[in-house]
């Protein structure tokens, strides 16, 4: 699914809850099950800074999509990780940047998630769109 | 509180505008951030409002009707701050921007004259403004720091203190009450083995100064610094007392305007304390607005607030004491009311999201106490503080709130 595709479908899905405590409901849920970080990059290296909670972040190239792991030890940012990933797990460094990431308050996470700064979707969301930088930039580079 | 208390909070809290917003959608804020910094009754904004509108010029300057006014409201707030903390003289009040501001410039003055190998001693509870200044000065000096441990209840031992007083001991620099522990530690003890010993004891009241009633001359020590916002001031601006001879023997720390007596190119003579620490234009408002807070908070019987906030740490304590798989850091019976805790398996961050959906402001973290938690094998904590504002009804919410998040996020 593109990154455009994934948004629309989280948005109906979000549109569905009436009340705060059944849209964090289901970003807990999200994060309990979480597919599990690869130990190996749990260093300091991929830890994201500027969080509360420690925050890992591993992308990576398959192919010509880009992949994450993530992890966290707060599992409202493990749910939060989880909504990210379908936006952009999977998906072409182009589609990433071509991605704006205003998609966190349409729906309307930044409103309820007024510790976004604090929790690291916000870094989470900076590192993501670096890395699909420089991915684009090698690419673009290696074709010319 | 005893039957006989006439402290009503509806009355107190009603001179804070902040109080009476709602956040999230209409939701009534219940602020439990007090120890992060405290909110501002109508009065304080009154007098910077005032000030900017009919007085606002340079101090200590201009030879004209407003800046002879400016200085005389600046200098009464000299006189306001050195009566509340109990100065023996106006002098032996510097204006800082803040607790973090005095103890650098106490750590950047006092061991001028330092010789390698000698000690400053540190208790585990500091907050990072109290660690890392004296650690930048220790490396500059070859200096050593030693630290007190805190035990498992929050408190320190004062055994501990003096056996960690060494002749080598120049500075002892250490919390009045933890921001992160509640607990109030005996300062006027401690003094008087620093005193023995003779080494300086310089004590971080940012947290003390809302909460108990300071007065430097029975705490015994040798300096005392604060910051204004913790006392319903305004931000930016922050207090550092010291006994006059012991800050008349400092060097200057700053260099520029008022700090001076005469300046040639070939050499600058420097200005009388309190002036010689204060250099460039100061926070003349800060100063206005502190001194406010402090006739603000003067016109409230003492015994009566503390009793009050008392009430509301015991009540709280009692109700979360007895939720499962939650522990409470620091159960010091001489406390403020600042409750620090964890609960099993959820991380603070999560807590603290949750409550703020509700609309009940906690703070998570580590409180810039890196190595207080570190000392309880954890990362973060969650903490409540409460204010002579706060009620039972906010106490009871945060209560439930906190038992609701936890249900949520099992
Ligand atoms: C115990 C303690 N010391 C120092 C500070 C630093 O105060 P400021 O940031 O106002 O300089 C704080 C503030 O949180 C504190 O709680």
Partial sequence: ?144 | MTTTSTYDVHTVRAAFPILQRTVHGGKPLVYLDHAATAQKPQAVLDAIGHYYRTTNSNVHRGAHALSAEATAAFEDARAVIAGYVGAARNEEIVFTSGTTDGLNLLAATVLTSAQPGDEILLTEMEHHANIVPWQMVAQQRGLAIRVVPVRDDGTISVDDVASLLTERTKVFACAHVSNVLGTINPIAEWSALCQANGTRCIVDGAQAIQHCSVDVQALGCDAYVFSAHKLFGPTGFGVLWARYDFLDALPPYRGGGAMIDRVTFSGTTFNAIPMRFEAGTPHIEGAIGTAAAIRWLQEIDTTERIAHEDDLLRHTTAAMTAMDGLTILGTASHKVGIISFVVDGIHASDIGTLLDNMGIAIRAGHHCTQPLHQRFGIDASARASFALTSTREEADMFVEGLAKAIRMLR
């Avoid at chain 1, 549109?15 to 970003?27: C, T």
């Avoid at chain 1, 979480?34 to 972040?57: A, H, I, N």
């Avoid at chain 1, 870094?123 to 699909?132: E, F, N, P, R």
């Avoid at chain 1, 684009?136 to 010319?144: F, T, Y």
Wanted: overall charge negative; hydrophobic content about 40%; glycine content about 4%.
């Fill in chain 1, 1 to 144: 699914m593109s990154p455009s595709a994934a948004i629309n479908q989280l948005a109906d899905d979000f549109a569905l809850f009436s009340d705060w405590e059944d849209k964090y409901a289901y970003i807990i849920d999200l994060g309990k099950h979480l597919r599990p970080y690869p130990e190996q990059y749990r260093t300091d290296e991929f830890k994201v800074r500027g969080c509360q909670s420690q925050v890992w972040l591993h992308p990576h190239v398959e192919g010509n999509t880009v992949h994450f792991d993530a992890d966290s030890d707060a599992v409202i940012v493990r749910g939060l990780i989880a909504l990210l990933m379908r936006v952009y797990d999977g998906a072409t460094a182009k589609e990433i940047l071509d991605t704006p990431t205003d998609f966190v308050r349409t729906l309307g996470l930044a409103d309820h998630l007024s510790q976004n700064r604090a929790n690291g979707l916000a870094a989470m969301l900076k590192q993501i769109h670096l890395y699909a930088l420089a991915v684009q930039s090698r690419l673009e580079s290696a074709s010319s």
